[in-house]
């Protein structure tokens, strides 16, 4: 009697282990047909995965008899599940195509330039203060613009004046009279453009503030060796 429960012990162990399934695919990107390297493979059930290697081949052991859902996953690529049923009469590795997402940014356009350009599009690093922004910090200290270029790394607004609150802006260090502050792409305030009043530009009417550290003289000449800052303003839009 012990025999014959050994035996089908025995064969109920052999039973399992030759129920495991072995599952392999290639991972490719559905425009180029390129392998996918390091993309994620998941099986739900089984609460494991693993990730293709340099070819975009996975190969996962160990997969029982039955339905099995599995999740493919690449970044900047849309998710894809599929239902498997094991076994499987196909042999060969199965061809899985993810699809790239198609992901809008939002356009900056850059005229401390002379010309409107996109960020992305310029050889010179400009730092964007966006309109957003603006609005937030004026509801903390409306009417100052100050307060919205002294948080920027590299940029410090000195008081020059205690009865007209007039300050200078310093970029990396440099005096004041080496900033050039434009508006629209035109110089403020000739050759005193280095510094600004507490009430003689208003936050609610940027659009966006552009800053450019370092030497700008090519463009807008001596005054801005340190830095540039531009003043955008708002456009008008139509009524209705």
């Known amino acids: 009697m012990k025999r014959i429960i050994l035996f089908l012990a025995v064969l109920l162990c052999a039973g399992t282990v030759f129920s495991q399934n072995i599952y392999k695919a290639q991972i490719k990107d559905s425009k180029t047909r390129l392998p996918l390297s390091g993309a994620s493979v998941r099986f739900i059930e089984l609460r494991t995965g693993m990730s293709s290697d340099s070819t975009g081949m996975v190969t996962i052991t160990g997969i029982p008899d039955g339905k099995a859902i599995v999740i493919f996953q690449f970044t900047g690529y849309a998710q894809r599940t599929d239902t498997l ?29 002379r010309s409107s350009r996109t960020i992305a599009r310029i050889p010179t690093r400009v730092e ?11 509801n903390m200290k409306p009417g100052d613009i100050r307060m919205l270029l002294s948080e920027s790394t590299g940029i410090q607004t000195q008081q020059t004046s205690a009865t007209s ?3 200078s802006i310093r970029i990396q260090g440099l005096d004041g009279k080496y900033t050039q502050i434009i508006r629209d792409g035109f110089p403020l305030y000739a050759g005193f453009s280095g510094g600004l009043g507490l009430l003689q530009i208003a936050p609610l009417d940027l659009q966006q503030v552009e800053v450019i550290k370092g030497s700008s003289s090519t463009l807008y000449g001596g005054g801005a ?6 003043l955008v303003s708002k456009k008008p839009t139509e009524a209705g």
């Not at 964007?128 to 004026?138: A, C, N, P, T």
């Not at 060796?225 to 531009?230: E, H, P, Q, S």
């Open 85 to 113: 049923t094991f076994p499987m009469t196909q042999t060969l590795p199965a061809e899985i195509l993810l699809y790239a997402e198609d992901e809008e940014l939002e356009e900056v356009l850059v005229s401390a330039t």
């Open 128 to 138: 964007v203060i966006s309109g957003e922004e603006l609005d937030e910090k004026s």
């Open 165 to 167: 609150a007039n300050s």
């Open 225 to 230: 060796i340190a830095g540039l800052v531009n």
